[in-house]
C-alpha cells in the first residue's frame, strides 16, 4: 500500500492544486467547519491521542486510536502477513469477504475501492478480490450467497471484531460458517475462516 501511494504521489503535477470545489450555499458552513478545526487545533489533538476532541470521558476513545499508528505497529508483523496472504493464494483462494461492523469493515473498505484488486504474483496466482459485508440485512447477506457472485471452494472470510464478541460479526461468521458446511461439508468449512481482533 505504502508504495502504491508513493507512486501515486509522484505522478502528481508539481504546483497543480490537488483539490477544488464548488459548495455553492454550503461553502459558508465548510469554510466555518475548516477554520473551527484549525483554530482548535483538531488534527494535532488527535493526533496526541486527546480524547476530548470527540468527549469528555476518556472512556471507549482512547483504546481506539491505534489506527494513528498502524503503519509503525504492523511493521515487525509484515513477513507474517505477506507468508499468509501467500498460502491463502497457493491454497486456491480468489475471494475474501470481511465480516466486520463500523470500524472493522470501514477502512478495508475504503482501501479496496481505492486501490482495487493487485495483479496476480510471479507464479499467476491473483490476489484476493476483497469485498466487504456490514450489514446485517437479509437480502445484503443472501445476495452474496449467490453461485455467481461467491464460490465455495475459493472464498476466504475473515470476521473482524475488535472486541472478538460483535454480535452482528458473530451472526455473520455463524450464517456462513453454516453456509459453507452445507456446500463443502463441516469437516472443511473451518480452512475458509480468519479472523482479526484484540488478543
Do not use: C
Not at 450464517?175 to 469437516?187: E, V
Amino acid at each position: 500500500m505504502m508504495t502504491s501511494i508513493a507512486e501515486k504521489q509522484e505522478r502528481l503535477p508539481a504546483g497543480r492544486p490537488l483539490l477544488s470545489w464548488r459548495l455553492g450555499a454550503h461553502q459558508a458552513a465548510v469554510d466555518t467547519a475548516l477554520n473551527e478545526i484549525r483554530d482548535d487545533r483538531i488534527i494535532e489533538r488527535i493526533w496526541s491521542h486527546d480524547h476530548t476532541v470527540w468527549k469528555a470521558e476518556p472512556a471507549e476513545i482512547t483504546n481506539r486510536l491505534g489506527w494513528l499508528h498502524t503503519v509503525e505497529a504492523m511493521s515487525s508483523h509484515l513477513a507474517r502477513l505477506e507468508s499468509l496472504g501467500a498460502a491463502v493464494r497457493a491454497e486456491g483462494y480468489t475471494h475474501g469477504l470481511i465480516l466486520g461492523m463500523g470500524g472493522s469493515s470501514l477502512a478495508p473498505e475504503v482501501l479496496r475501492r481505492t486501490f482495487g484488486v493487485k495483479a496476480g504474483d510471479n507464479a499467476g496466482r491473483p490476489y484476493l478480490d476483497l469485498e466487504v459485508l456490514d450489514s446485517t440485512d437479509p437480502g445484503a447477506v443472501l445476495a452474496v450467497t449467490q453461485e455467481d457472485r461467491l464460490d465455495p471452494a475459493r472464498a476466504l472470510f475473515i470476521v473482524a471484531s475488535k472486541s472478538g464478541g460483535t454480535v452482528e460479526s458473530l451472526s455473520l461468521f455463524k450464517f456462513f460458517y453454516n453456509w459453507m458446511a452445507d456446500a463443502l461439508g463441516p469437516d472443511r468449512a473451518g480452512e475458509h475462516f480468519v479472523a482479526i481482533t484484540d488478543p
